[in-house]
Each structure stands twice: as structure tokens, then as C-alpha cells.
Nanobody
Framework: QVQLVESGGGLVQPGGSLRLSCAAS????????MGWYRQAPGKQRELVAT???????NYADSVKGRFTISRDSAKNTVYMEMNSLKSEDTAVYFC??????????WGQGTQVTVSS
């Protein structure tokens, strides 16, 4: 079983920044991809950003140029730097991992609130 431990959420003013982290509880032989989804109240969960084993990244159009996903493969950890935050970024952010031999796992979610 793999657990994903998320950190870094919180309350920030519009225009501010936050950095989310997500670490796997144990070493994974190989990871296909890791990344972040988010879910705002009353809305469906949506993809925010992903990074593949090869380092390719993918972003939702709404966050391009503002969010940056990165990883530390040795630590099975993924990060997401979020800049120029807007009120519409308010949501619960969920980390996921898709690993060889372990399948897809999700974190418990971390709240990001952008408000003045």
C-alpha cells in the first residue's frame, strides 16, 4: 500500500503564492506520472498539472504560466509552485501517483483558499 502525504495548502491573498508538496510513503520502483487535481465546491474534480516519468509536464489552461510542477524522483515527491493565485483557484487539491506495480493512489487532499 502506498500513502501520499500532502502539505503546503492554506489561506493566501489574491496575487500571492503557495507551494504544495506530495511525498509517497515508500519507495516506488518506477512512477508513470504524478500530479495534482483539484475540486472546488459544487464542481467536478479537474486536472491541474501532471509530470511524467520522462519529465514531460501538462497543465490546465487556467493555470498555465502561473503554476509550475516539479519532482524529486529520488524522494518520490512532487511539488507544485502556485503563483499569482486567484479566487477561482480556491479548491481542495489532491495529489495522485500512478506507479509501476502499484497502480493509482490519491492523497487525502489539501485546502487552498485564495481570499482577501
Amino acid at each position: 500500500q502506498v500513502q501520499l502525504v500532502e502539505s503546503g495548502g492554506g489561506l493566501v491573498q489574491p496575487g500571492g503564492s503557495l507551494r504544495l508538496s506530495c511525498a509517497a510513503s515508500r519507495n516506488i520502483f518506477s512512477i508513470y506520472s504524478m500530479g495534482w487535481y483539484r475540486q472546488a465546491p459544487g464542481k467536478q474534480r479537474e486536472l491541474v498539472a501532471t509530470i511524467t516519468r520522462g519529465g514531460n509536464t501538462n497543465y490546465a489552461d487556467s493555470v498555465k504560466g502561473r503554476f509550475t510542477i516539479s519532482r524529486d524522483s529520488a524522494k518520490n515527491t512532487v511539488y507544485m509552485e502556485m503563483n499569482s493565485l486567484k479566487s477561482e483557484d480556491t479548491a481542495v487539491y489532491f495529489c495522485y501517483l500512478d506507479g509501476v506495480g502499484v497502480g493509482v493512489h490519491w492523497g487525502q487532499g489539501t485546502q487552498v483558499t485564495v481570499s482577501s
